[in-house]
């Protein structure tokens, strides 16, 4: 069953720093503090769509850093929610936080109000990159709330982004391996956009930083999904969600609204040059035969895919095979 999140906004607030990258109001596109009403309001609009499927679904706290907001007020949104999850109506409730903002005391507060999931963003694991975007917290403490966080039995999330100031494409794949050594159940992959209102939209506009291309990123978030399914954690989003808000106050950026689905369609070009390639089909036609849902992510968008193998001398044609399993494919090269 598709999982599903009632999702709350606290935009900025409890936010001790002001991080290079972050205007929470153009990400999310809200500006409003909810209080406990908002709460009851989105429960109630949830089970009316969903009807029994909230029983699969968390009330989820995002945007923010719930943990450092004014204890009375964090307190008053989770006494809305909590009765939804003691009678059953959701299975949850999920929050993002700071790593510094996590220690027991707040811990055991957030088990007795029905918390299920705690998402750290940790954005790199690179002291020197943190520090350059102002993120107010080192490695080490990305490591220390991990373990709390699951030493408590909470299900662990790590948030991490491509693209930051003073980061490379092998700073974030280091960045990857250490956030896989911390057992996350699932990650976020956030690439940087430089956003009006930011830092770094300041230094982008003194011509003092540029963030990754939407090519470069698309190949290493390919090789980072690649990367942590290998390792079996869920990646359950790769770039943000889109909104007007975004939209206007993007200045630069590997923006695309269908990101994951070019990172997923570069992986599977991957696979399928390095089978031909290295299976040594001869260069000529060939037939790739997938799972009729993997289609479109095997041709890529406007056929970029095809254009690619065509470049090193493969003629491929994709079709639907429904006894090959999700995301495998099988080849046969074509003789006349
Ligand atoms: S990235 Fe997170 S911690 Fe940093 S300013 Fe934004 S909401 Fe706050």
New binding site residues.
Partial sequence: MKHANVALFV??N??????S????RS?TGHTAQPVPQDVLRAVRVAKASLGERTKHAEIAFF???FT?LDRGYMVSLLEAAFPFVKDGTFSGIRI?T?PDAIDEEVLLLLRRYGVTVIEL?A?SMDDRVLAMN???HTAEQVGKASSLIKQYNFTLGLQMMTGLYGDTAEGAVRTARKIANLRPENVRIYPTLILRGTELGRKYTAGEFQTLSLEETVSLCASLLDFFESRHINVIRLGLHGSPELEQNLLSGPWHPAFRQLCESRRMLERMKARLQGGHVPHGDAAVLVNPKNISTAIGQKKENIRLLEQIGYRVRILPDASVPEGGFTIYGLKE
Avoid: K, T, V
Avoid at 14 to 19: A, K, L, M, T
Avoid at 21 to 24: L, V, Y
């Fill in positions: 935009p900025h409890g936010c001790p720093h002001q991080c990258f972050c205007n929470q990400i945007g923010g850093s450092a993002s700071r963003g954005q102002e993120r107010g």
